[in-house]
């Protein structure tokens, strides 16, 4: 563990998921005293997977747990890109930002949040699950917190991680409006891996389809459908709503997949929401990262990878100063332009698919992508 003059600061993460998790190794490697609060008792989390990429591959190596990581999925190092009848149009290498190590991963949800738990845990975060915000006061100096359970605690600074619906956000900017629904939903369910998916596969047209690897046995498809009303399915008619809507897909493999898709509870559905907050990202002493200030659609592979970067960056800031407010503002300064450019594009490339934009030549934007996430944080 670094020892550092942070030492005698201690902080609150609001939110024990990727982002938070991150910030927490992050922090504690900076020598920073620090409690995480987790609302869900449980800890849980839906148990298809997440596509990491080249960026977040590197961002782990820093984080120090690369090869718990590793271990935990599946690595590999292009992207195929197939017309919806599965003739492969593309191949598009990944590039390798840590020597050694493969350029991007699949990995279960699961598998991820038990990484960074324990990470966590290990690192001397004291971790509290079934437990949010009452209040929540800042100072000038220290923020004042009281929790769900009547305790209270004062800490130098906070950090909200808590998602896409943020509660913290709504508590600092409470104009601000939330997340917009896109038109757009993802249907996700795991199969036994086929062993030709050795990457990540991605079929071009509507539905857009796409296998991930998560490990040596498993691998998980993602199907992405207009829903412009934005329907309620009874749980007990998910699979076959899955099902109908690729049972006719062009693929004869898709189509076989289709045909296995049975188990309701197996189907994870979602419907796509995207926001960008363009003004500040703290407010004094309290701060925010990952989908609280940044919720992209997954089009780009990168919403969990960008809340592993923001970890890394706002840790390295406050770890640099012991002004608060210029610490967020320059790790505000230094995520902006990466994020924006994540958030926009993905949510082009699904208006190009929904027909509501120019279509989006899928090859072109995931290796501009790389290009532009390979340069450092
Ligand atoms: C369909 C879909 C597919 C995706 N696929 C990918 C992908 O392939 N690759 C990728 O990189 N990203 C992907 N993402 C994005 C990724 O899941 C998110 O960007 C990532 O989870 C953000 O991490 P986070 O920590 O900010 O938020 P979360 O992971 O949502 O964590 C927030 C945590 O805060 C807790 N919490 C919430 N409110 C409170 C509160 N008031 N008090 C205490 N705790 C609270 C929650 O229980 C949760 O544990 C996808 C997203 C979607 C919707």
Redesign the pocket.
């Given at each position: 563990m670094e020892e550092t003059r942070s030492d005698q600061r201690h902080a609150l993460i609001?939110?024990?998921?990727?982002?938070?998790l991150s910030a927490a190794i992050a922090l504690r490697k900076k020598g920073f005293k620090l409690d995480v609060?987790?609302?869900?008792p449980e800890w849980s989390v839906y148990g298809v997977g997440?596509?990491?990429q080249t960026n977040?591959v590197r961002a782990v190596a820093e984080l120090g747990i690369l090869d718990d990581y590793i271990s935990s999925g599946y690595g590999f190092d292009h992207v195929k890109i197939f017309a919806p009848n599965g003739m492969e149009v593309a191949h598009v290498p990944q590039p390798t930002l840590v020597e050694g190590y493969p350029a991007g991963v699949g990995i279960g949800r699961p598998a991820l949040q038990k990484v960074l738990g324990d990470a966590t845990t290990r690192a001397g975060a004291n971790v509290r699950l079934g437990?949010?915000?009452s209040d929540i006061e800042d100072t000038g100096t220290l923020v004042n917190v009281t929790f769900s359970d009547g305790t209270n605690s004062s800490y130098d600074f906070v950090i909200g991680?808590?998602?896409?619906?943020?509660?913290?956000r709504k508590r600092i900017f409470p104009d601000i409006p939330g997340p917009q629904f896109t038109g757009q939903s993802?249907w996700?369910y795991n199969f036994d891996r086929v062993e030709d998916v050795q990457g990540l596969w991605v079929y071009n047209g509507a539905p857009g389809v796409g296998l991930v690897p998560m490990g040596p046995d498993i691998m998980y498809m993602y199907v992405t459908t207009p829903e412009p009303d934005n329907p309620h399915f009874a749980p007990s008619t998910l699979a076959a709503e899955m099902r109908s809507r690729i049972e006719n897909h062009p693929s004869e493999s898709i189509r076989n997949l289709a045909s296995k898709i049975t188990d309701n509870s197996g189907v994870v559905y979602?419907p796509?929401e995207g926001m960008m907050l363009e003004g500040d990202w703290a407010k004094g002493r309290i701060a925010l990262?990952?989908?609280?200030v940044h919720?992209?659609t997954?089009h780009l592979?990168?919403?969990?990878?960008?809340?592993i970067e923001d970890a890394l960056v706002i840790a390295d800031e406050l770890s640099k100063s012991d002004n608060v407010e210029e610490a967020f503002r320059n790790y505000r300064n230094r995520r902006f332009d990466r994020c924006n450019y994540v958030v926009k594009n993905s949510l082009a490339i699904c208006m190009g698919q929904l027909g509501k934009g120019p279509a989006i030549d899928n090859s072109k934007a995931t290796a501009e992508m790389y290009q532009i996430v390979a340069e450092p944080i």
């Open positions: 609001i939110g024990g998921g990727i982002g938070g609060i987790e609302r869900d997440i596509i990491q977040v437990l949010t915000v991680a808590d998602g896409v619906y943020s509660d913290t993802v996700r979602r796509l990262l990952g989908d609280a919720a992209t997954p592979g990168q919403g969990a990878g960008l809340a």
